[in-house]
């Protein structure tokens, strides 16, 4: 099961326990439901999950903060029916990933709740405290809009203490030698319980040192690689991916030089994509691949279309007011919407950018529902917009749960364009020409090419800017992929010279094309067109 570089093949799906579906009728999703639809999942073709947190939690910051890193949300059930879970998986070769958020506890976890009744508390330097809110000045505030400092006055015990993120989210001290044998016992329990890999959250604020802005540490990337060499001893072939929302140098600094994380989320695709297809121009994404780091051997990106638009970074009119009408923008740096709404819901625009995101260099990630085109509920705020239960039927509830809908922990997705009596599992599965259908076959072409995950890039230049043009080779095997970025019909000339005598075979339908000569090759794409070649002796 755990071959070498298996996350390079894989093709991840990122799921919700809380919004997949529902065993017990209480309305929130949980793992003996997520469990129920895992031959669902086989069937789409994914090959690895990767579990948003589903950790004991008050649940202030969804999740984000973790009461007992050992357990199971009572929501989602128990250990048991955790284990029950990846066991049914791994029957399937689906392998699993589970998110960790260890850079803080939430307040009500034992350590914080001890900490803070006394100052001579066992785990008191569990946590980074201060008799002044004036220590750090130069780390930034990550969430302005709702936190006015980096320190929170503890009344208990009469000191500040430290909280990257919300207040109710103590940062713990990773310069507390205990603190990072937590961090291990806690990486083990679940590596010895079997997942497949961990994706750790918030990784640049792990340590603070003054005069700096405490990100992107030389101790933060000391300790992760402490715990790859760890993981490499101890559990070979499991997978540790990095969130580190970050610049794109800083992000690739998590691969280190091979020797800390094997896959870093990239942040940032998304917002490529949306300005090429504004501009009808492929060079954003050239931009982006030219500029991009290098990643070191067996390492690679994990790459989504469920990422944040950065406002700046997009030259549209009214600064992406058109694409939220009714609300203020849900995030900090930008603005977070499911693929569908964003793309008005054109069926060739979602297309277009699922081909990009399976043949660009990186694992592609994609976010429940997204295989249908669901849509989202910008009434519900930051982060809980995207998460509405997953649309199964058009049965009570979407097929979701069998309680009374009153109950459900979030509403339905129920207008006339993304409600689940139109966008749904079931009516999908009927209709041969449904996106479901479609991404079906999609992966399952993915995964017939090599070249599509293990390959190098070469970029091609023809003279028209709103086609993008290249070649994925691994180990003798050539795939050219030729993508229309216009909502019209196209044509372009390659020079395909070098592969004179060979004969283009289109990779969905198994078509040959005409041989490639020494004249520039002709092709034409209808809008928002594509094709995958596998370019045979
Ligand atoms: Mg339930
Ligand atoms: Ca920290």
Same mark, same amino acid.
């Given at each position: 099961?755990?071959?070498?570089?298996?996350?390079?093949? +894989?093709?991840?799906?990122?799921?919700?326990?809380? *919004?997949?579906?529902?065993?017990?009728?209480?309305?929130?999703?949980?793992?003996r439901g997520l469990t129920s639809r895992l031959d669902y999942l086989q069937e789409l073709g994914i090959s690895c999950l990767w579990l948003l947190p589903f950790l004991p939690s008050p649940l202030k910051?969804?999740?984000?903060? @973790?009461?007992?890193?050992?357990?199971?949300?009572? /929501?989602?059930?128990?250990?048991d029916d955790f284990d029950e879970f990846l066991r049914q998986?791994?029957?399937?070769?689906?392998?699993?990933?589970?998110?960790?958020?260890?850079?803080?506890?939430?307040?009500?976890?034992?350590?914080?709740?001890?900490?803070?009744?006394?100052?001579?508390?066992?785990?008191?330097?569990?946590?980074?405290? *201060?008799?002044?809110?004036?220590?750090?000045?130069?780390?930034?505030?990550?969430?302005?809009? @709702?936190?006015?400092?980096?320190?929170?006055?503890?009344? @208990?015990?009469?000191?500040?203490?430290?909280?990257?993120?919300?207040?109710?989210?103590? /940062?713990?001290?990773?310069?507390? !030698?205990?603190?990072?044998?937590?961090?291990?016992?806690?990486?083990?329990?679940?590596?010895?319980?079997?997942?497949?890999?961990?994706? =750790?959250?918030?990784?640049?604020?792990l340590f603070e040192r003054e005069g700096t802005s405490c990100e992107d540490l030389p101790e933060t990337h000391g300790?992760?690689?402490?715990?790859?060499?760890?993981?490499?001893?101890?559990? !070979?072939?499991?997978a540790l991916l990095a969130e580190a929302n970050q610049r794109p140098a800083d992000m690739r600094a998590y691969f280190g030089a091979g020797d800390e994380f094997h896959m870093v989320s990239y942040l940032g695709l998304l917002t490529r994509l949306f300005t090429a297809f504004e501009r009808q121009d492929r060079e954003p994404i050239i931009h982006m691949l030219r500029t991009g780091p290098a990643v070191p051997r067996g390492c690679q990106w994990a790459i989504s279309l469920h990422d944040e638009l950065v406002l700046?970074?997009?030259? &549209?009119?009214?600064?992406? /007011? +058109?694409?939220?009408?009714?609300?203020?923008?849900?995030?900090?740096? #930008?603005?977070?919407?499911? =693929?569908?709404?964003?793309? %008005? %819901?054109?069926?060739?625009?979602?297309?277009?950018?699922?081909?990009?995101?399976?043949?660009?260099?990186?694992?592609?990630?994609?976010?429940?529902?997204?295989? &249908?085109?669901?849509? /989202?509920?910008?009434?519900?705020?930051?982060?809980? +917009?995207?998460?509405?239960?997953?649309?199964?039927?058009s049965d009570r509830n979407a097929g979701f749960s069998a309680a009374d809908a009153e109950r459900l922990y979030c509403p339905l997705v129920s207008n006339p364009v993304y409600g689940y009596q139109s966008v749904?599992?079931?009516?999908?599965?009927?209709?041969?020409?449904?996106?479901? %259908?479609?991404?079906?076959?999609?992966?399952? @072409?993915?995964?017939?090419?090599?070249?599509?995950?293990? #390959?190098g890039i070469r970029l091609l230049h023809p003279a028209n800017q709103a086609v993008l043009p290249f070649i994925r080779e691994y180990e003798g095997e050539r795939m050219l992929v030729v993508c229309n970025l216009a909502p019209r019909a196209q044509y372009l000339e390659l020079d395909l010279r070098e592969y004179d005598g060979c004969t283009p075979v289109e990779a969905f339908g198994g078509t040959s094309f005409p041989r490639i000569g020494t004249l520039p090759y002709l092709l034409t794409l209808g809008p928002y067109g594509y094709y995958w070649f596998l370019i045979a002796p």
């Amino acid at each position: 099961m755990n071959e070498p570089g298996w996350y390079q093949d +894989a093709i991840v799906y990122e799921v919700h326990v809380r *919004s997949f579906c529902d065993s017990n009728a209480d309305g929130i999703g949980d793992f003996r439901g997520l469990t129920s639809r895992l031959d669902y999942l086989q069937e789409l073709g994914i090959s690895c999950l990767w579990l948003l947190p589903f950790l004991p939690s008050p649940l202030k910051a969804d999740g984000y903060d @973790t009461s007992d890193f050992c357990e199971v949300h009572a /929501d989602y059930g128990t250990l048991d029916d955790f284990d029950e879970f990846l066991r049914q998986a791994h029957r399937r070769d689906i392998r699993v990933i589970v998110e960790l958020v260890l850079n803080h506890t939430s307040d009500e976890h034992p350590w914080f709740r001890e900490a803070r009744v006394s100052p001579y508390a066992a785990c008191r330097d569990y946590y980074v405290w *201060s008799d002044s809110d004036q220590k750090y000045r130069e780390a930034r505030i990550i969430f302005p809009e @709702t936190e006015r400092s980096i320190w929170a006055w503890d009344p @208990t015990s009469k000191a500040y203490y430290l909280h990257r993120f919300a207040s109710q989210e103590p /940062d713990l001290n990773y310069d507390h !030698p205990d603190v990072r044998q937590e961090l291990v016992r806690i990486l083990s329990f679940w590596l010895d319980r079997g997942v497949d890999g961990l994706r =750790l959250d918030a990784v640049p604020f792990l340590f603070e040192r003054e005069g700096t802005s405490c990100e992107d540490l030389p101790e933060t990337h000391g300790l992760m690689r402490d715990v790859r060499r760890y993981v490499d001893q101890r559990y !070979p072939g499991r997978a540790l991916l990095a969130e580190a929302n970050q610049r794109p140098a800083d992000m690739r600094a998590y691969f280190g030089a091979g020797d800390e994380f094997h896959m870093v989320s990239y942040l940032g695709l998304l917002t490529r994509l949306f300005t090429a297809f504004e501009r009808q121009d492929r060079e954003p994404i050239i931009h982006m691949l030219r500029t991009g780091p290098a990643v070191p051997r067996g390492c690679q990106w994990a790459i989504s279309l469920h990422d944040e638009l950065v406002l700046e970074a997009l030259a &549209l009119p009214a600064q992406g /007011d +058109a694409l939220v009408p009714d609300l203020p923008l849900l995030l900090d740096q #930008g603005m977070s919407r499911r =693929l569908a709404p964003l793309l %008005n %819901n054109g069926r060739r625009e979602i297309e277009l950018m699922n081909v990009i995101l399976m043949t660009l260099p990186g694992t592609p990630v994609i976010y429940y529902g997204d295989e &249908l085109g669901m849509g /989202d509920n910008t009434y519900l705020g930051r982060r809980r +917009a995207l998460r509405t239960p997953m649309q199964w039927s058009s049965d009570r509830n979407a097929g979701f749960s069998a309680a009374d809908a009153e109950r459900l922990y979030c509403p339905l997705v129920s207008n006339p364009v993304y409600g689940y009596q139109s966008v749904n599992v079931e009516a999908q599965h009927r209709v041969p020409s449904s996106l479901l %259908n479609w991404m079906r076959q999609l992966l399952a @072409t993915r995964k017939r090419y090599r070249a599509l995950s293990r #390959g190098g890039i070469r970029l091609l230049h023809p003279a028209n800017q709103a086609v993008l043009p290249f070649i994925r080779e691994y180990e003798g095997e050539r795939m050219l992929v030729v993508c229309n970025l216009a909502p019209r019909a196209q044509y372009l000339e390659l020079d395909l010279r070098e592969y004179d005598g060979c004969t283009p075979v289109e990779a969905f339908g198994g078509t040959s094309f005409p041989r490639i000569g020494t004249l520039p090759y002709l092709l034409t794409l209808g809008p928002y067109g594509y094709y995958w070649f596998l370019i045979a002796p």
